[in-house]
Nanobody, 124 residues
Framework: QVQLVESGGALVQAGGSLNISCAVS????????MGWFRQAPGTEREFVGS????????WYADSVKGRFTISKDNAKNTCYLQMISLKPEDTAVYYC?????????????????WGQGTQVTVSS
């Protein structure tokens, strides 16, 4: 059983920064690709970014490119999402997801395991 637990969500002011983490436990391979998605109230969950199993390649949605950075520490089985220059429209529940593949995807259906989410609120 693979479990993902996000942490670090908080209330921040616009222009601020925040780092959130996703700890992976259970029978998860360190080479799993990881993705971050978010869901704002009244909207569908959307792709934020992803990282390959090796951690060498990342992929971002246009809306966060240049502001968000994804990294992973395979030794610690943890994936990170660093966010800077936050905007009120970044307010959402952020979910991490793991895929039993090395390669990334921006599709929810390609991910096998999901966390419960962590709330990020950006005030104007």
């Amino acid at each position: 059983q693979v479990q993902l637990v996000e942490s670090g969500g908080a209330l921040v002011q616009a222009g601020g920064s925040l780092n959130i983490s996703c700890a992976v436990s259970g029978r998860a391979g360190s080479g799993y690709a990881m993705g971050w998605f978010r869901q704002a109230p009244g909207t569908e969950r959307e792709f934020v970014g992803s990282i390959t199993g090796s951690g060498l390649t990342t992929w971002y949605a246009d809306s966060v490119k240049g502001r968000f950075t994804i990294s992973k520490d395979n030794a610690k089985n943890t994936c990170y999402l660093q966010m800077i220059s936050l905007k009120p429209e970044d307010t959402a529940v952020y979910y991490c997801a793991a895929r039993r593949e090395r390669f990334t995807s921006n599709r929810e259906s390609d991910y096998d395991y999901w966390g419960q989410g962590t709330q990020v609120t950006v005030s104007s």
